[in-house]
């Protein structure tokens, strides 16, 4: 699953830093001359992003996407990505190997400059699309310096060589150690556990890139296997994943739980002024905007140019055709772009030899010259289906008008909330216990499950910067319903009114004012039981339908009661999971385990005030996970299935997830 929670106690936070400039004797004079990868691993976030959960993907990411690069110039159709039991990880492809041959100026093989060298892997082949910033593209150089072990092994003119390296510097020279009549590049690497805070990779985030890359790069075939695990044949985890379709089948995956308004996918692939264009597109019944934009094979999460490309065109072209057909004749208000994108699910990948990106996250194109190559394929080819298909027209302008016609309920509903919360001064929800602090950055809110437990956290916390908002019962499930109806909804009004943020301006229907934001951590907290788990991910739903911004930027956390107390006479432990919970029986029991006795909990209800204090709002003690959308296509396919009206979907999902989950049915 790709909406991860991630492990974290409030006081690990901190672990880990890089040791600063004085205390490892680099100043700022001789970062200037280090040379290459030495600056890899004094400063590792600013080539990987960060060192954490993230940062360790991201190595297997940058040596996939280097086979990646050898399938687009023609070269491989087979990258192997293993998972080894001791999170070590091997990437092989058939391509046709890197080049070992002795370079003059250097005097050294090739492969050693590829390896060891920063950004040197893109001097070999320049006339495939590397990216120059971003992300990936720093290089395979850079996973060297940043594993404590890495080896390569390269097939190539009938030879098998090899070079082994310790945090990016070689242990031997480049050796031939055999022969073959294959080509490829084998590359196996163990992450240094001194740079990176965590070292155990998820089977689930890697696949979920590899599902992806599969889409956006048709016709190679990448496979998963996870050396750690077995299945009940005894065969370890494996997953393979090849698309002959490409994008067209990567909308129809994304909306495999959705109802379809076309029978097909639009699909355009063209190029323009020397940009390749990819797009894929398909209406659903649903009121949610879906659309997901690459360059270069990397998610453009803050979108750019070629997004803005794909819009000015839909909607030009989409609002023309529905002008001329007269279908607008009876319409009241004017249609807004908006419109034109409600229930609209679509993929557009774009190539582009000399990305510029930008934005806080440098996911957003910058390339100005893109918007009117995207702007054209799509304009042109959507022009022609519309003529050709005026069924599916006609049910796509029909879909436009009730679009329009329900943002402007929405609009109604919205401001009807945000009036009456300024009339009634200030307008805290009457439920919310707030706390004194008034510096977002130091305030916390705790989103409770039931009136009840909602009443011991208030006791429980601390309230200089703790503030509670008991929610009754299941809130309204987002993903069914329009958008007017949720103002309606009693528990999302409190929760939009508590957390300070409205949707909607004047100019934008789908701004947030999140500057406003009243706590920058909100924590939900639910019984550990089904019902419990279904409520958190109805109120996850929420956020991410309505406040994205507010996952993204690692406001949301889920708060985790423990599972068990085990006591003796005064002494007593609590315990998240059975091992942790055997362990302190072993312990307080000191093997005479008679008089232990062990308290399985069911709800928040069964503790008092002091002992939620201790183990689940105590930043001291607690643990939270924090919510993050690794990727953001792959999250929308869950919320949409979990949410949705399909059962046996969701019923495999659980089953299939359930060992992850501390689910007690
Ligand atoms: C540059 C030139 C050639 C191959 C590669 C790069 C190459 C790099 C990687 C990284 C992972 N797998 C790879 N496969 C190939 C070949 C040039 C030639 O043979 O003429």
């Known amino acids: 699953m790709s909406v991860k929670t991630t492990e974290l106690v409030d006081s690990e936070l901190e672990t880990k830093k890089i040791m600063s400039e004085k205390e490892n004797g680099y100043g700022a004079e001789s970062i200037t001359v280090l040379e290459g990868l030495e600056a890899v691993r004094l400063r590792p976030a600013m080539y990987i992003g960060d060192t954490g959960l993230r940062g360790l993907h991201h190595l297997v990411y940058e040596v996939v996407d280097n086979s990646i690069d050898e399938a687009l110039a023609g070269y491989c159709k087979n990258i192997e990505v293993f998972i080894h039991t001791d999170n070590s990880i091997t990437v092989n492809d058939d391509g046709r190997g890197i080049p070992t041959g002795i370079m003059k100026k250097e005097n050294k093989s090739a492969l050693e400059i590829v390896m060891t060298v920063l950004h040197a ?33 390269v097939q190539r003119e009938g030879q098998i060589f090899t070079q082994e390296y310790s945090k990016g510097k070689p242990l031997y020279d480049v050796k031939v150690i055999g022969k073959s009549d294959k080509t490829g590049t084998s590359q196996t690497f163990l992450p240094d556990n001194t740079i990176f ?118 909607t030009r072209t989409l609002k023309s055709y529905a002008e001329k057909s007269g279908m607008l004749a009876k319409m009241k208000f004017e249609i807004d772009g908006d419109d034109f994108r409600e229930g609209l699910t679509a993929v557009i990948s774009v190539k582009v030899a000399e990305p510029q990106f930008e934005g806080q996250t440098k996911t957003k194109l910058g390339n100005k010259e893109v918007i009117g190559a995207v702007d054209t394929v799509v304009g042109e080819m959507l022009n022609n289906f519309l003529e050709e298909h005026p069924k599916e027209a006609k049910v796509i302008v029909d879909k436009v008008i009730l679009a329009a016609q329900a943002r402007h309920a929405a609009r109604k509903a919205r401001e009807l909330v945000q009036r009456k919360g300024a009339l009634t001064g200030g307008g805290l929800p009457g439920k919310l216990a707030d706390c004194s602090e008034k510096d977002p950055f130091q305030c916390e809110l705790f989103l409770v499950e039931g009136d009840s437990a909602g009443g011991t956290a208030k006791q429980g916390r601390n309230r200089n910067f703790q503030a509670v908002l008991p929610l009754r019962g299941k809130i309204l499930n987002v993903e069914k319903a329009m958008e007017y109806k949720i103002y309606e909804n009693e528990e999302i009004k409190n929760i939009y009114t508590a957390l300070g943020v409205f949707k909607g301006t004047a100019e934008d229907d789908r701004a947030l004012n999140i500057e406003k934001l009243r706590y920058h951590k909100i924590v939900i907290m639910c019984d550990a039981d089904v019902d419990g788990s279904h409520i958190t991910t109805l109120i996850l739903t929420f956020f991410f339908r309505y406040m994205k911004e507010l996952i993204e930027n690692g406001h949301i956390y889920i708060a985790t009661p423990p599972l068990y107390l085990v006591k003796k006479g005064k002494e007593q432990r609590y315990a998240w999971t059975e091992e942790e919970r055997d362990a302190a029986i072993a312990e307080i029991g000191k093997n005479g ?49 979990l949410m949705g009206d399909d059962v046996a979907p969701r019923r495999d999902f659980i089953e299939k997830n359930a060992r992850y989950a501390n689910i007690d049915a």
């Open 593 to 641: 385990k008679d008089n232990v006795g062990v308290q399985r909990y069911k709800g928040l209800g069964e503790m008092n005030a002091e002992q939620l204090w201790e183990t689940t709002i105590n930043p001291e003690s607690r643990k939270l996970r924090k919510v993050s959308i690794e990727s953001a296509a792959e999250a929308d396919r869950i919320f949409s299935m």
């Open 197 to 314: 805070t965590e070292s155990v990779y998820h089977y689930d985030i890697l696949t979920a890139r590899l599902r992806e890359l599969a889409y956006l790069n048709k016709g190679v075939r990448l496979t998963i296997t996870d050396e750690r695990e077995k299945n009940e044949k005894g065969e370890f985890i494996s997953d393979s994943f090849f698309s002959e379709g490409g994008l067209k089948e990567f909308v129809l995956y994304l909306d495999e739980n959705r109802e379809k308004l076309i029978p097909e996918p639009i699909y355009m692939e063209s190029e323009k002024n020397g940009f390749p264009v990819e797009v894929a597109m398909l209406y659903n019944s649903s009121y949610t905007e879906n659309l997901h934009s690459y360059v270069n094979n990397i998610n453009t999460h803050e979108g750019g140019t070629h997004l803005a490309g794909f819009r000015r065109a839909l």
């Open 121 to 153: 892997g893109g001097k070999f082949n320049k006339d495939t699309y590397k990216v120059s910033g971003g992300l990936h593209g720093v290089g395979v150089s850079c996973v060297n310096a940043l594993s404590i072990h890495l080896k390569t092994v």
